[in-house]
């Protein structure tokens, strides 16, 4: 019996944030005792839109450098930042017909753009031929798969003339849902360690995890909370989630404007330190614009935080209806949450959270390099 272990390249080009999440689970998890050995080629997490143009070329060059060094490759897996289509054009001919599983974190026909922006059907175009190109394609939610797929009609329809049919029919034919896991038990263990209720009399805590970008739509959030403020609601905050050099104005206001509300703000290092400061709120809110998958919710629901999400996006599949507010009525349904901390703490949002663990996932994961 032949114990030689099957060699999958992993290709990142972005890797950062949730891409470097699964990339270092996958190669942690299946490289060590499986029958399967995972080698990852990754570039820095910054300029996307460079990535999908010239990462193709620069992981096709790395490949005919080490392409002796290899030897025998069972399969190329790779994200959706990067053109799989060029990238298959720019193999050696040897590497060309290699299985091609594509993972798509997010789309660029569904991802919003800024207010001032027009989105460039360009980026959409290359999701699609490298869709195209791949022999599986892998989606973290159904949302995301299917506002993919929705979105290529009118970008077809585009088209000057020589209009192709049935795009879509390919794409989901090789398609399957598979979330991205997250380490849930690890996380509910570390959230032990601290206080998961209000603490005497103190007040109701809310907890804001994402990252600081427009497309996470804080301005949404700090306006409930700045509704609150004004009426005398009494409350705390959290932020918490990655900044950088450039973030939306609103913080700097809503920092000055909450002041003594705030209990946390900023980045938290540290797996552990993350969890207990997760476990002392009772609330999770969302405000984003897009979710594919909605990480964040998930790690802050693992450690006992109660999900308030919008009713929409990747939220609709994974939380029931009683947890999402609609349009319009973030401040309303935190009123509520404030006021009736007690009730709303009786919904236990671990369970939900589970389904996302590795231990839940992971043989799904193993699958499909084996």
């Not at 890797?15 to 499986?34: I, M």
């Not at 897996?77 to 599983?101: E, H, Q, T």
């Not at 939610?141 to 979105?151: K, V």
Request: proline share 7%; net charge neutral; charged share 25%.
């Amino acid at each position: 019996m032949s114990t030689e272990r099957l060699r999958w390249v992993v290709l990142e080009p972005f890797y950062g944030g949730s891409h470097r999440h699964l990339v270092d689970g996958l190669a942690e998890r299946l490289s060590a005792g499986e029958p399967v050995e995972l080698e990852p080629w990754t570039l820095p997490p910054r300029a996307w839109k460079w990535r999908m143009h010239g990462a193709a070329v620069t992981f096709a060059r790395r490949w005919r450098a080490e392409e002796g060094r290899l030897g025998k490759v069972a399969g190329i897996f790779a994200s959706s930042l990067l053109d799989a289509a060029a990238l298959r054009g720019l193999l050696p001919a040897s590497a060309r017909a290699l299985p091609l599983v594509l993972y798509f974190h997010e789309n660029q026909l569904a991802y919003p753009v800024r207010v001032d922006d027009r989105r460039d059907d360009h980026y959409g175009w290359i999701n699609l031929q490298s869709a195209l190109a791949a022999d599986r394609v892998l989606w973290n939610s159904a949302y995301n798969r299917d506002s993919f797929l929705s979105a290529l009609g009118p970008l077809v329809g585009r088209l000057p003339d020589a209009r192709p049919r049935g795009l879509a029919e390919l794409v989901h034919e090789k398609s399957a849902v598979l979330p991205v896991p997250l380490d849930i038990h690890g996380l509910e263990r570390m959230a032990t360690e601290a206080p998961n209720g209000p603490g005497g009399k103190r007040p109701c805590r809310i907890l804001w995890n994402h990252r600081w970008e427009h497309d996470k739509d804080p301005d949404a959030f700090f306006e409930a909370l700045f509704r609150l403020a004004d009426d005398g609601v009494p409350f705390e905050v959290s932020v918490l989630g990655e900044s950088f050099e450039r973030q939306p104005e609103v913080f700097e206001r809503a920092r000055e404007r909450l002041g003594g509300r705030i209990a946390a703000w900023g980045f938290v290092e540290g797996r552990d330190a993350y969890a207990r400061e997760l476990a002392r709120c009772q609330v999770a809110v969302s405000t984003a614009r897009h979710e594919f998958q909605g990480l964040a919710v998930l790690e802050a629901a693992a450690c006992g935080a109660v999900p308030l999400v919008p009713d929409a996006l990747a939220y609709r599949e994974i939380w029931p209806v009683e947890l999402r507010y609609a349009p319009g009525t973030l401040a309303d349904a935190l009123r509520d949450r404030i006021e009736r901390t007690s009730h709303w703490r009786r919904y236990d949002p671990c369970p939900v959270a589970r389904n996302f663990d590795w231990q839940t996932l992971l043989p799904q994961w193993r699958a499909v390099f084996g």
